[in-house]
Nanobody, 120 residues
Framework: VQLQASGGGSVQTGGSLRLSCAAS????????MGWFRQAPGKERDFVAI????????TYADSVKGRFTISRDNAKKMVYLQMNSLKPEDTAVYYC??????????????WGQGTQVTVSS
């Protein structure tokens, strides 16, 4: 599976962005998909995950109620809708394909990352 993330940018506090992750490969629908983020000098953190069917999602406490992950298996796409953005959401965001767990070690395939910057 190859992944290409896009949609990052710079917004002010309270703004919204929608990240997209385009996948290639015939087995996309068999993978759990996740979004992770990494701020400068920090570890890569779990943001949101969705299971293979899209029927089950899990969110980090810090984004719960503000972010929504979804997937379209027919289009081989995963999305992260981010609302009410805060400066602490600033990071490089990565999409990943793997087990669907919250641990980044469990993901074998990664997109290149897209920068999200939220200014106060």
């Amino acid at each position: 599976v190859q992944l290409q993330a896009s949609g990052g940018g710079s917004v002010q506090t309270g703004g919204s962005l929608r990240l997209s992750c385009a996948a290639s490969g015939r087995t996309f629908s068999s993978y759990g998909m996740g979004w992770f983020r990494q701020a400068p000098g920090k570890e890569r953190d779990f943001v949101a995950i969705v299971n293979w069917s899209g029927g089950r999602t899990t969110y980090a406490d810090s984004v719960k109620g503000r972010f929504t992950i979804s997937r379209d298996n027919a289009k081989k796409m995963v999305y992260l809708q981010m609302n009410s953005l805060k400066p602490e959401d600033t990071a490089v965001y990565y999409c990943a394909a793997g087990s669907g767990s919250t641990r980044y070690h469990d993901y074998n395939y990664w997109g290149q990352g897209t920068q999200v910057t939220v200014s106060s």
